[in-house]
């Protein structure tokens, strides 16, 4: 699932639209709906055209299977949809077929479960420059074929909070070791030789003394780089030439050091960046990938590198040479910010009068980048809707805390309980039919919704 563009701009984001869905969920499908705006024909040909030449150029190069497949284009204002795969209900316009899709259902820049068939969804309009279009259309084409290459991690797509990545990466530590793999990478991305072969070698002793420091962040960073990061790799390989590939994988790591959350966000830099570094020395490492490789691993493995967990000062000496001094100055002043941040959100979720919503059997879609991690308590999101049993919430430019293990969404109290649709600072909850708003004894003012 590519980043979202609706609410990332600085720096521009190199992908087009883009949501996380945690649940997928097939639908019944819808036939196309008098009055529902459609999509251009036109505009959508060229899209269609434009996947077609990437994935036929590919021809199974990279995977040894083709992206090419069902491909979906649609609105989240209108639900319409135009497809090149025919669904029941659809009208045949050209070579593609139009629909609307039901309420409810996903629309994101992710791989959707719908009429039986496993689609590439793009979010219509698409956005961004050609190059990131055109990482966007094959970044989601790889999702599609993920699970036929075994690139699926055991109950990650349906595990909401293990795809959220590790809150240790947005700790201070975290931030710190983090933003200096992603200095050390980017001298390696622009060096050659030797130098080329230090600077990775630093990358991945940074990398090893983050990981014995946060040993908590391994296993979500490991299931993110092969849910995520080798579809960002892939996205870049086959959608730009590759004379424009390094300033892409460039601006990738810029995106992801400016992110507010490097939970969700960091394989935009680590995936992309040690794939441009293994196609310069073994092009075809994608063949040897697993479950369990580490993209990392390889890259050293390459270029014979053999990494070591350095002591505490050897690593700081390496992260002196990637701008460490400047790293802890500003990440030491983002944490001073977080904590008076931090006591805004504990007089809004946790002292304060709140609306829970338990999550259980729900749909989920965020923009990744906005998210932040709110000490033990989970992480605020301010741009997202969840869908369950009790109705739906859309949160713009809002906040709404949702928990660490994903077993509730927090709101703040709205001034009125009364009728369907509640509203507060940047949400709107819609409740579903005999839903019920019963009140938290042990909470004054505090109230939590049942289906």
């Known amino acids: 699932m590519t980043r979202a563009n609706s609410v990332s701009k600085k720096p521009a984001p190199p992908l087009g639209a883009a949501a996380l869905t945690a649940l997928l969920t097939v639908l019944p499908v819808a036939s196309a709906t008098a009055g529902v705006p459609s999509i251009p024909v036109k505009a ?50 050209g070579e593609y077929y139009r629909f609307t899709l039901p309420v409810g259902a996903q629309i994101a820049n992710a791989p959707f479960q719908y009429d039986g068939i496993r689609w590439a969804q793009v979010t219509w309009p698409l956005t961004g420059s050609a ?13 599609r074929i993920q699970p036929q290459l075994g690139f699926i991690v055991k109950g990650a797509r349906n595990n909401a909070a293990s795809i959220s990545g590790s809150p240790a990466l947005d700790t201070e530590m975290g931030r710190i070791w983090l933003r200096g793999e992603m200095h050390a990478l980017r001298v390696a991305l622009t060096s050659r ?71 969700r966000n960091f394989f935009y830099a ?5 794939a441009e570094l293994l196609d310069a020395i073994e092009p075809n490492w994608r063949h040897t990938v697993t479950t369990t490789t580490s993209i990392a691993a390889l890259a050293a493995r390459a270029d014979g590198i053999a990494v070591a967990t350095p002591s505490a000062a050897r690593a700081r000496a390496i992260l002196a040479r990637y701008g460490g001094a400047e790293i802890e100055r500003t990440e030491a002043a983002r944490a001073e910010r977080q904590a008076l941040r931090d006591v805004k959100y504990r007089a809004e979720f946790v002292t304060g009068p709140t609306l829970r919503l338990p999550l259980k059997h729900f749909k989920i879609d965020f923009n990744p980048s906005t998210v932040e991690p709110f000490g033990g308590y989970g992480s605020v999101y301010h741009h997202v809707r969840v869908i369950a049993p009790w109705g739906t919430i859309v949160v713009s430019n809002g906040d709404a805390m949702i928990a660490g293990d994903f077993s509730a969404l927090t709101v703040a109290s ?17 409740l579903a039919p005999r839903t019920k708003i019963v009140a938290n004894p042990r909470k004054p003012g505090s109230y939590t919704v049942a289906p």
């Open 131 to 143: 190059d990131e279009q055109a990482v966007t259309l094959m970044h989601e084409s790889f999702h």
């Open 414 to 430: 709205p001034s009125s309980l009364s009728g369907s649709t509640l509203r507060g600072t940047g949400w709107v909850l819609t």
């Open 44 to 93: 959508a040909n060229a899209v269609f055209a434009r996947a077609h030449a990437l994935c036929s150029a590919d021809d199974g190069r990279l995977w040894g299977v083709t992206l090419c497949g069902p491909l979906m284009l649609a609105d989240p204002l209108t639900h319409a949809a135009i497809a090149n795969v025919s669904v029941p209900g659809a009208k045949p316009v």
């Open 193 to 263: 030789g030797a130098a080329r072969k230090k600077a990775l070698a630093d990358a991945l002793a940074i990398r090893a003394y983050r990981d014995a420091i946060l040993p908590s962040t391994v296993a979500p960073e490991h299931m993110l780089d092969i849910m995520e990061g080798l579809a960002e790799s892939t996205g870049i390989d086959i959608g730009v030439p590759s004379a424009r590939r390094l300033a892409y994988t460039l601006h990738d790591i810029a995106f992801a050091e400016s992110a507010s959350s490097y939970a």
């Open 270 to 274: 680590i995936g992309p960046a040690y």
